[in-house]
């Protein structure tokens, strides 16, 4: 402290004494150990041949103390001479802070703080940094933590080490999240809407009780962004809160002026004369559909999009959408979108960096725009989804920099390679027993993005097999070749009598035949032996025999999601037609599928997704369908079962229906164990039935649908990704076999 009240002193005297401005001839400098004279002189703004009055003296201080390299300075000018007695700060040699674990707190605190090693050390500074850490804890809900600091001084060199420890002590916990004002919207709906949640004891594991001024501040734009949905245009959220205990609870106050609910009025759309206004049609549509609507950001932003797109569609690579609003009477707003020539860019080149491993050729066969296209960010974007879409990349990454000229731009694309290969072990846990098995997956065999999978499944009855072969842009078509070879053995002769032995080989391909519609085309073949007992239905006697199988499949699928890497919204349909050209049989399936993706909560990341499965199977020559080619629930559809163990039976033989449906109901948890890495959790509902059958027995065929609900859980742990599920059937018959637990660990190389 006497240190700065002898810097004031010396300021208020050489700012009102009075002194005859001189010429200044001569420096000395006295006092420095690493700070050069000619540094000093620089930073003082000294110069020779000037004259100096005390104002002048006083800058000189005031530019030298700013520099924080001295902790005394004084000044004296005599005769054309300025003599500079200075005491320097000490250096720092290290930063040492103690008291926390967590490595993402240390490196913060480092690289935001104003002392670094090498650089001179002032109290001053010290106390700002404090209060820095201070805020910065404060930001992660440590409002009590205690920061302390210690000092090690080397007298000889001048320098100190600075110790700073922290005592995070508790977090700070929201007791009560409550919303004041005319917020119009009752609690309990907006609580759903923010990301803070009020402390529970069953919230433990939840990092969203805790108070986070960064959480709050994405509270407050959650909040207006959902009023504006819903037509308050001039929405306005404060935030308050008070601690009221001390137990470290606080209150969490959000005032809210809704102000009055506005709604579209008119739309127009300006576009340059050149441009064919019939391309915007559907934008006219969308207008007329949103007349006298309430207010909505989420409408507008469709409106944009959907500009965007049909710029990408009909070529106008370079355009750019301007909206202009204007507030009318009666709580409406008129809307113009100006469609206006936007800069020219053009790409002058791609890099693809960080393909240690992977050819650069797999990647650049993903890319929608190529060098010399026209620079359209939505095509852009997709391309980089193409990438992830491969699954082999542990990040993906695009900086876009200026090229040669000014209408050029160079892409840089950055790729994190991770293992691709994966060893994995599962198990299943059911009623009648244990079905384990592993396999060998290699995602991108020889770089080359070649797809190499081999997998086996043990039970009680079975054994199964199978080798998958898949190498994208097969030929240079950009066409993926796939092709696979499966062996089964199913031995249920001591139960129900009879015994199936398979071997199959299929081939394909896969394209875009259309914007978003890919066509799947497949050419399979089989033989299969049936072999029974004495203890076989009657039914499954008449089908003993051996049987060569010759197929033509193929499937058209039409996607609409927003990404093929991890959607969030949209929605894919596929229908899959296998073909009998040679079979003992003639049996003719079909299979339909439709998934749905949506964006339940976008601030948590928290997806919903709905799946309808229709399959059915019918003999084009009248008679029965072979047991192998009978429908069942897939594992995956129906959790909490097991597989092949539900619909029809005759006698004691599952026999599979020609007919199934499922629907299923899923959405990930993003609260839970999000203070875990690599983590996700899932809840779901299955709803399914198998029925149908070609001829009259004492067949046990319920039309009762079988429901299930549970919890899965995917985590990729230091040794490979696990994942399980548990599973509580909710509806079931007498003769269905139920299972509870069913997990999946691997480990990659």
């Known amino acids: 402290m006497h240190k700065f009240l002898i810097k004031a002193i010396l300021i208020i005297f050489l700012t009102t004494s009075s002194a005859i401005a001189e010429i200044l001839n ?13 540094t000093i002189i620089i930073f003082g703004g000294i110069k020779k041949g000037v004259d100096y009055d005390n104002n002048k003296l006083n800058n000189i201080l005031k530019n030298l103390y700013d520099t924080n390299f001295f902790n005394d300075i004084q000044l004296k000018l005599s005769d054309g001479k300025l003599s500079i007695n200075l005491s320097e700060n000490p250096i720092i040699e290290d930063i040492e802070i103690t008291g926390i674990k967590k490595k993402e707190f240390t490196e913060k605190i480092l690289e935001e703080i104003t002392l670094k090693n090498r650089k001179s050390f002032t109290e001053n500074q010290l106390l700002k940094d404090i209060n820095l850490i201070k805020n910065i804890l404060k ?12 000092l090690v001084e080397n007298n000889e060199l001048n320098s100190i080490r600075l110790k700073i420890n922290i005592d995070l002590g508790e977090k700070a916990k929201i007791k009560k999240i409550s919303f004041i004002g005319d917020k119009k919207i009752k609690d309990k709906k907006l609580l759903e809407v923010i990301a803070s949640e009020e402390h529970k004891f069953w919230k433990f594991i ?22 504006r949905n819903l037509g308050y245009y001039k929405v306005k959220v404060l935030n308050s809160f008070s601690e009221f205990s001390n137990r470290g609870y606080f209150k969490l106050i959000f005032n809210i002026d809704s102000g009055n609910q506005y709604f579209f009025n008119n739309f127009n759309l300006n576009l340059p004369d050149d441009y064919n206004k019939s391309d915007f049609n559907k934008i006219e549509k969308i207008f007329n559909e949103l007349k006298n609507e309430n207010y909505s950001l989420d409408n507008l932003n469709l409106i944009l999009k ?38 020219k860019f053009y790409v002058e080149k791609i890099n693809i960096l960080g393909n240690f491993q992977t050819i650069e050729e797999v990647i650049r066969n993903k890319l929608i725009v190529d060098e010399g296209d026209p620079l359209n960010n939505l095509l852009h974007t997709k391309s980089i989804d193409n990438i992830k879409s491969l699954r082999i990349f542990k990040t993906v990454k695009s900086e876009i920099k200026e090229g040669s000229n000014s209408n050029l731009k160079i892409i840089d694309i950055i790729v994190e390679e991770q293992p691709t290969g994966e060893i994995s072990l599962l198990a299943g846990v059911g009623t009648t027993g244990t079905t384990v098995g592993g396999g060998i997956t290699e995602k ?7 797809n190499l999978e081999t997998n086996l499944e043990i039970s009680e009855e079975s ?52 914007e978003n519609l890919f066509f799947s085309p497949e050419i399979s073949m089989s033989i299969e032996d049936l072999k029974t007992n004495s203890t076989a239905s009657s039914q499954l006697k008449k089908q003993e025999g051996t049987y060569e199988d010759f197929y033509f499949n193929y499937g058209l699928s039409y996607d609409l999601r927003d990404s093929t890497y991890r959607p969030t919204s949209g929605n894919q349909t596929t229908f899959y037609q296998e073909l009998p050209v040679i079979s003992g049989n003639n049996e003719l399936s079909n299979t339909l599928i439709y998934t749905q993706y949506k964006s339940l909560n976008p601030s948590a990341d928290m997806i919903g997704k709905a799946s309808l499965y229709l399959k ?36 004691t033989d599952y026999i599979g229906g020609n007919y199934v449906t499922a629907i299923n109901l899923s959405t990930n948890l993003p609260g839970i164990l999000n203070t875990v890495e690599n983590i996700d959790f899932l809840y779901f509902i299955d709803i399914a039935n198998v029925w149908g059958v070609d001829y009259n027995s004492a067949i046990e065929d319920s039309s009762k649908i079988r429901t299930s609900t549970g919890i899965g859980l995917d985590w990729l742990t230091p040794i490979g990704p696990l994942s399980f599920s548990l599973t509580q059937p ?17 480990t990659t190389f």
């Open 730 to 746: 909710l509806t079931k018959t007498s003769t269905d076999k139920t299972e509870t637990f069913r997990f999946n660990l691997g």
């Open 206 to 227: 939840s990092n969203k009780v805790y108070l986070n001024q960064s959480t709050i501040e994405l509270d407050k734009r959650l909040l207006e962004n959902y009023y």
């Open 139 to 150: 930001t992660s809900g440590y409002y009590f933590a205690k920061v302390e600091s210690s």
């Open 463 to 514: 054994i199964k097999g199978k080798f998958i072969y898949s190498k994208p842009n097969f030929a240079y078509t950009d066409n993926t070749l796939f092709t696979s070879i499966k062996a089964t053995t199913s031995d249920f002769l001591t139960d129900y009598g009879y015994k199936i032995k398979e071997t199959g080989f299929s081939l394909g391909t896969s394209y875009e035949q259309y």
């Open 616 to 651: 059915a199977v019918n003999s084009l020559n009248d008679s029965d369908v072979r047991i192998s080619k009978r429908n069942q629930v897939p594992y995956n559809r129906l959790r909490g079962f097991e597989k092949g163990k539900i619909g029809p039976v005759d006698n």
């Open 444 to 450: 991108n065999f020889l770089g080359k993005g070649i």
């Open 26 to 38: 001569e420096v000395e400098i006295n006092g420095n150990q690493r700070i050069s004279e000619g």
């Open 306 to 343: 959907e500009i965007d797109k049909i710029a990408s569609e009909r070529l106008y690579e370079f355009i750019d959408a301007k909206v202009d609003e204007e507030i009318m009477e009666d709580n409406k707003i008129n809307f113009t979108f100006n469609i206006i020539d936007s800069d």
